[in-house]
């Protein structure tokens, strides 16, 4: 597989007190299947569907204490150690120093200005996801964040995105994209009304399912909670879910549209 672009969404992986229950949960909602738990890289995990990979689950490492389970985005780079100074340059924190990982490949973790986690992936063996868009893997992600101006140079400056609003007076809404037709990420603004101020700036992975009503009745069974949906759009129709660790996501069906594709300026 060709390395992808930088700033293109290559890789997803989350953490969880709980790897078994987090396996059972996301093997029934959206089809994964799991590969042996690497040891020597503290039991990291990852997820299949249709035996291609498509995600990662991993336990707290050793005296990491109780973490907040949440899914990270890691986006393509070609340098991380680069990547890494530009986040600093561009206002960011470096969470987690650039490291390699074996032979797979080389990770950063980064946070923007705003608050919002995410990482880098500089690929070696491991290039990222072996299938998208397709039911059971990684769809799409919305950067969702209280101080959009600052997000959006933000992402710009490290990733050398293209950046193009949404024509909607009630909706601050922008998507990015590297030159080219199809978009990479998108972006939304957390407003009082919609978001409670406990809620921090987070990054939002959609993972494609066949139906997203029949997800979202899979996930409640299974102790997760619907937030948001489901909802039909141009996009698909989608929802958002927390998982019964408290990692947030969504699902959305591609193949069940509504309305028209809105304006891009």
């Known amino acids: 597989m060709a390395a992808r672009p930088e700033g293109t969404p290559v890789w997803a992986d989350a953490m969880f007190t709980d790897v078994e229950g987090a396996k059972a949960f996301y093997g029934e909602v959206l089809g994964w299947t799991f590969g ?5 890289y503290g039991n990291y995990t990852q997820a299949y569907k249709d035996g291609k990979a498509v995600a990662a689950v991993v336990p707290p490492m050793p005296g990491q204490g109780d973490p ?3 899914w990270c985005l890691y986006f393509a780079s070609d340098d991380v150690a ?3 100074q530009k986040i600093t340059a561009a206002g ?5 120093e650039p490291m390699a990982v074996g032979d797979f490949g080389s990770m950063v973790i980064g946070q923007d200005p705003t608050g919002v986690v995410f990482g880098a992936w500089q690929g070696g063996t491991h290039k990222g996801f072996d299938l998208e868009g397709k039911p059971g893997s990684f ?3 919305e950067v969702f964040t209280r ?3 600052k997000s959006d140079a933000f992402l710009t400056s490290v990733f050398g995105y293209n950046a193009k609003k949404m024509k909607d007076e009630h909706i601050d809404y922008k998507v990015f994209d590297l030159g080219g037709e199809m978009p990479v990420l998108g972006r939304m603004t957390m407003t009082s009304e919609d978001f409670p101020p406990e809620i921090p700036p987070y990054l939002q992975l959609y993972f494609a399912v066949d139906d997203c009503d029949a997800a979202v009745a899979k996930a409640e069974k299974l102790g997760g909670k619907k937030v948001f949906g489901p909802m039909g759009s141009p996009f698909g129709r989608f929802a958002a879910i927390v998982d019964p660790q408290g990692a947030a996501f969504a699902v959305i069906d591609m ?3 509504e309305g ?5 300026v």
């Open 68 to 70: 907040k389970s949440a």
């Open 255 to 257: 193949s069940t549209t």
């Open 260 to 264: 028209e594709m809105p304006e891009m």
């Open 36 to 40: 042996e738990a690497s040891s020597e």
């Open 92 to 96: 960011g924190k470096v969470l987690m």
């Open 147 to 149: 101080e959009p101006a």
């Open 139 to 141: 769809a799409w992600a």
């Open 82 to 84: 680069e990547t890494a």
